[in-house]
């Protein structure tokens, strides 16, 4: 039988990918277009005979651009789009061995980590209306507790029936009831120091014990949608198997993981950099079984990187993707190049997206009741600032945005428990009224803007 894992959840097209990313990022073509076919690989990869199978590894890609043109967003949203186990690490964390510091292994437990909490997740939502009956049940019994109760009994309780529709309606909601729950172990955390090998095992006593000692109980009093919460809670733990949960999060991530290796342009070693640079091709010769192919020991068991698909990114403003060693280099045969964001990038950003920075703004302020109204005209505006000051200071992208917007609104955000009822129209003289001051000073600008 194919492991469940093996299946791949989402089997869209290369041009269904795009379009879904489309709702969320402006621009950067050439960028989503790769990232889309190498998902697409991934559901190929599965359709081909397993032994060609093992054979056919995932085509690497480094994402090439400055900061805040959208290089994280899109490995995020593609992560989301196949529900594959996600993370997303930045390579400057890392030390080489025998350095202190996260040794590189540490990336393939967290990715791990991340593919339990979602199997987890996932479990959980499938035993959600047993447990949910399960939870009614105790609840009940505590409000009409059973009376000589009969083992061969199975004849429903009308009393307790009754009790049941009320729950269900909310008449119950205002009282307390007293619910024995199992308490978590306690006692001192132990960590120990992290070495070769042993870094971010979550190795501690409170684990040992909690799997050893008894559990203990506490009786607490709370009102009875808390009770039924925290009894579904307990109950929806009761019907999962945690053990295979585990198992089945393993083979996810060694099918479907997804790696976003942020600033690998800081390992990279400079040909014109002199004095010492400490441990930045170590760190590459670190990274490289994990990217080639090997297997990680983790405490849900051994994880092969094989077939996990791993994302690079970084502006390579001082070095260059040629100053990596060889061997890493040609682990990412996938280059796209992210261009800076213009202008008529920005009105996108601002309006487009399912997401977009004004369609935000005008809903977080609808909830005191006051209404903004922006203008086209301001959006061009918000636009051109945006875009003239990334140009005139540090090229930040689209993040020049939120600060941009945040001082525009300054007052209005302040202000707004008092505004109740009122329609706030941002107009391009609006803007200028807040922000031509900073923009007249250039220092100032630099500091605020």
Do not use: C
Not at 232 to 256: F, H
Not at 313 to 337: C, M, N, T, W, Y
Not at 412 to 440: C, H, M, N, W
């Amino acid at each position: 039988m194919t492991p469940k894992a093996e299946t791949p959840t989402h089997a869209l097209t290369p041009r269904e990918v795009l379009v879904e990313l489309n709702q969320y990022i402006i621009g950067q073509e050439e960028a989503k277009r790769s990232v889309a076919v190498a998902l697409r690989n991934r559901w190929r990869r599965q359709q081909v005979p397993k032994d060609m199978r093992e054979e056919i590894l995932p085509k690497n890609i480094i994402m090439i651009g400055p900061t805040g043109v959208g290089k994280t967003e899109i490995a995020r949203r593609m992560a989301r789009l196949t529900n594959a186990p996600f993370v997303k690490v930045e390579a400057s964390k890392f030390t080489e061995v025998g350095y202190v510091g996260r040794d590189v292994e540490s990336i393939i437990r967290d990715l791990t980590e991340a593919g339990v909490l979602m199997g987890r997740k996932e479990s959980l939502a499938r035993v959600k209306d047993a447990a949910t009956r399960h939870a009614e049940d105790r609840l009940l019994e505590i409000l009409v507790p059973t009376v000589n109760p009969q083992p061969s009994d199975d004849a429903p309780n009308p009393t307790r029936e009754k009790f049941r529709e009320k729950l269900h309606r909310g008449e119950l909601d205002d009282q307390t009831v007293e619910i024995e729950m199992a308490e978590s172990a306690k006692g001192p955390v132990v960590e120990f120091m992290p070495m070769g090998g042993m870094d971010n095992m979550d190795i501690n006593m409170r684990d040992i014990l909690s799997s050893i000692l008894p559990k203990r109980y506490k009786t607490r009093k709370m009102k009875i949608p808390e009770a039924l919460e925290a009894l579904r809670q307990e109950e929806a733990d009761k019907l999962i198997d945690m053990d295979e949960v585990s198992r089945e999060a393993v083979r996810n991530v060694e099918a479907n993981g997804i790696v976003f290796l942020d600033e690998i342009d800081k390992i990279a070693g400079r040909s014109n950099h002199s004095g010492p640079d400490v441990s930045r091709e170590g760190v590459q010769r670190d990274i490289l079984p994990i990217v080639e192919g090997s297997t990680v020991n983790t405490k849900y068991g051994p994880v092969k990187t094989d077939h996990i698909l791993f994302i690079a990114a970084g502006a390579f403003h001082v070095s260059k993707p040629s100053d990596l060693i060889p061997e890493l280099q040609g682990r990412f045969p996938i280059r796209v190049e992210l261009k800076a964001l213009t202008r008529e990038d920005f009105v996108r950003i601002l309006t487009e997206p399912q997401n977009a920075l004004i369609k935000q703004y005008i809903e977080l302020i609808r909830t005191e009741g006051v209404e903004l109204d922006f203008s086209p005209e301001s959006i061009g505006e918000i636009a051109e600032i945006a875009s003239m000051v990334n140009s005139r200071d540090e090229n930040i992208g689209a993040r020049r945005l939120h600060t941009i917007l945040e001082k525009i609104l300054e007052e209005v955000s302040f202000e707004a428990p008092s505004l109740s009822g009122q329609t706030i129209r941002v107009t391009p003289k609006y803007i200028q009224d807040r922000l031509g001051d900073v923009l007249k000073d250039k220092d100032l600008s630099r500091y605020i803007l």
